[in-house]
């Protein structure tokens, strides 16, 4: 049977892999006499003093490579799939699933449904544990992988069932006490759908993690994502202003309850929450130190403490980007965001002008007819929405957009427009803005024809 091989892409410069003349386009075939099922055997079975590679060159030689280095030293090698495995797809149904509520006609990755526990260590994904088996939770306690990233959504097993549309998801909860028992470390998360796992059924789910804590770190709260394409799938509705006013005030109150008891808060509300309930966000302490950023938990105030941050550096020692002392920044430009972190960007974008008189700001909140009004998120915006609604508005000299607006590392949006086209049609250069206040204010800096001489 032939060996599981695993294609190199690329050899650092310098590296043990290139001293032992290693290419791209090599396999790897095996790690002291082992086959690799993954990049975590990899990167476990390559820590040692000694360790003898099996090569395939890609005319069909094979190489027998005995390698002394430091313990613990990486060989320099890269592979064509960072995982060094398929990813595995997800065996769920969800109720509230977004891919499901995607437009049909988009690139294909869109609608790959990941639940792989490996991604849950490399890239914060979150997994549901249906797809988790008794030798994915061996290897998790074996090579320490932690934390791990769980969508419990509820703790009660009958209800998760229906929600996953999975028999065996109740029982899947079961792997959380062998995490536990081992000591792994993980996050967890609950998409609050209505009349399903909200009221006195959040209440139970919370209750039952805190068992879990301290090896359970934070648990997040999120409401469903809705789009308009749900014809034909679970009917649910969205949260209004009373009900994200009771799920606020009950996490505020658990949370409480766990900084006595534990000293963290564990349970938070995303930022949507607050904004539906109309008030203010929490203040930094409360977020444990930001564990659910990516949740959307906390970024909004992690964004304007970081802005006035910023902006009381800049305006007490009056120093411009370039470090010249001077009026500051002037000139025209516009931003684009979403209708959610719209208020708390005109808020800052007014405080930038309040400041330098020489500036001009324009903020303009994109509806997302793409997926439906629902969605306000700025990851979410495409760009053909940002070309319908700017296209007749004045935008001065340059328009600022958030980096989550794109694909991750390209510059396309969600529905393949690329960056450049988009500044053809709108007639003007767009600058991408980094995730922080302080981002914030220098490309505000950068984008301006400052005063400075």
């Given at each position: 049977?032939?060996?599981?091989?695993?294609?190199?892409?690329?050899?650092?410069?310098?590296?043990?892999?290139?001293?032992?003349?290693?290419?791209?386009?090599?396999?790897?075939?095996?790690?002291?006499?082992?086959?690799?099922?993954?990049?975590?055997?990899?990167?476990?079975?390559?820590?040692?003093?000694?360790?003898?590679?099996?090569?395939?060159?890609?005319?069909?030689?094979?190489?027998?490579?005995?390698?002394?280095?430091?313990?613990?030293?990486?060989?320099?090698?890269?592979?064509?799939?960072?995982?060094?495995?398929?990813?595995?797809?997800?065996?769920?149904?969800?109720?509230?699933?977004?891919?499901?509520?995607?437009?049909?006609?988009m690139r294909e990755t869109l609608y790959f449904k990941d639940d792989d526990s490996r991604l849950s260590f490399l890239q914060g994904n979150?997994?549901?544990?249906?797809?988790?088996?008794?030798?994915?939770?061996?290897?998790?306690?074996?090579?320490?992988?932690?934390?791990?990233?769980?969508?419990?959504?509820?703790?009660?097993?009958?209800?998760?069932?229906?929600?996953?549309?999975?028999?065996?998801?109740?029982?899947?909860?079961?792997?959380?006490?062998?995490?536990?028992?081992?000591?792994?470390?993980?996050?967890?998360?609950?998409?609050?759908?209505?009349?399903?796992?909200?009221?006195?059924?959040?209440?139970?789910?919370?209750?039952?993690?805190?068992?879990?804590?301290?090896?359970?770190?934070?648990?997040?709260?999120?409401?469903?994502?809705?789009?308009?394409?749900?014809?034909?799938?679970?009917?649910?509705?969205?949260?209004?202003?009373?009900?994200?006013?009771?799920?606020?005030?009950?996490?505020?109150?658990?949370?409480?309850?766990?900084?006595?008891?534990?000293?963290?808060?564990?349970?938070?509300?995303?930022?949507?929450?607050?904004?539906?309930?109309?008030?203010?966000?929490?203040?930094?302490?409360?977020?444990?130190?930001?564990?659910?950023?990516?949740?959307?938990?906390?970024?909004?105030?992690?964004?304007?403490?970081?802005?006035?941050?910023?902006?009381?550096?800049?305006?007490?020692?009056?120093?411009?980007?370039?470090?010249?002392?001077?009026?500051?920044?002037?000139?025209?430009?516009?931003?684009?965001?979403?209708?959610?972190?719209?208020?708390?960007?005109?808020?800052?974008?007014?405080?930038?002008?309040?400041?330098?008189?020489?500036?001009?700001?324009?903020?303009?909140?994109?509806?997302?007819?793409?997926?439906?009004?629902?969605?306000?998120?700025?990851?979410?915006?495409?760009?053909?929405?940002?070309?319908?609604?700017?296209?007749?508005?004045?935008?001065?000299?340059?328009?600022?957009?958030?980096?989550?607006?794109?694909?991750?590392?390209?510059?396309?949006?969600?529905?393949?427009?690329?960056?450049?086209?988009?500044?053809?049609?709108?007639?003007?250069?767009?600058?991408?803005?980094?995730?922080?206040?302080?981002?914030?204010?220098?490309?505000?800096?950068?984008?301006?024809?400052?005063?400075?001489?």
């Amino acid at each position: 049977m032939r060996k599981k091989a695993h294609i190199v892409s690329r050899v650092i410069p310098g590296s043990i892999g290139e001293e032992l003349e290693i290419a791209p386009g090599d396999r790897l075939l095996s790690i002291d006499n082992t086959e690799i099922e993954d990049i975590f055997d990899y990167q476990f079975m390559i820590q040692d003093a000694y360790v003898e590679l099996l090569l395939e060159k890609p005319d069909g030689e094979q190489w027998l490579l005995e390698v002394e280095k430091e313990y613990e030293e990486d060989l320099g090698l890269e592979f064509e799939n960072g995982l060094m495995d398929e990813y595995r797809h997800c065996c769920n149904k969800c109720v509230f699933c977004f891919i499901d509520q995607m437009p049909p006609g988009m690139r294909e990755t869109l609608y790959f449904k990941d639940d792989d526990s490996r991604l849950s260590f490399l890239q914060g994904n979150y997994v549901t544990l249906t797809n988790m088996s008794e030798h994915d939770i061996d290897r998790i306690c074996r090579y320490r992988l932690s934390p791990i990233n769980i969508s419990f959504h509820t703790m009660n097993p009958e209800l998760r069932c229906k929600m996953l549309n999975n028999r065996f998801a109740g029982e899947a909860l079961r792997k959380v006490d062998r995490l536990m028992e081992a000591d792994i470390h993980m996050n967890g998360q609950i998409v609050l759908c209505k009349g399903l796992n909200d009221g006195d059924e959040l209440e139970y789910s919370i209750r039952e993690l805190t068992k879990y804590i301290p090896n359970l770190e934070s648990v997040s709260v999120v409401p469903v994502g809705l789009t308009k394409y749900r014809e034909g799938l679970y009917p649910l509705e969205p949260f209004g202003r009373e009900e994200a006013i009771r799920v606020i005030d009950f996490i505020e109150r658990v949370q409480r309850e766990c900084f006595a008891r534990h000293g963290i808060h564990f349970v938070h509300a995303s930022d949507e929450w607050y904004i539906l309930a109309g008030r203010d966000m929490p203040e930094a302490e409360r977020y444990d130190g930001y564990l659910q950023l990516e949740n959307g938990v906390g970024m909004l105030r992690l964004l304007t403490d970081e802005f006035e941050e910023e902006m009381e550096k800049r305006t007490k020692s009056n120093v411009s980007a370039n470090g010249c002392t001077d009026r500051g920044p002037e000139g025209e430009l516009a931003i684009a965001t979403g209708k959610l972190a719209y208020p708390y960007i005109q808020r800052m974008a007014k405080r930038m002008t309040k400041v330098w008189p020489g500036l001009h700001i324009r903020v303009y909140p994109i509806t997302n007819f793409f997926f439906g009004e629902m969605i306000t998120v700025s990851g979410l915006i495409t760009g053909q929405d940002l070309l319908a609604q700017l296209k007749d508005k004045p935008l001065g000299s340059r328009l600022l957009l958030p980096e989550n607006i794109l694909r991750s590392g390209e510059a396309v949006f969600l529905d393949d427009m690329r960056l450049p086209e988009l500044e053809k049609a709108l007639q003007v250069p767009i600058n991408i803005v980094k995730s922080s206040g302080k981002d914030f204010v220098d490309s505000v800096f950068a984008s301006c024809n400052s005063s400075c001489r």
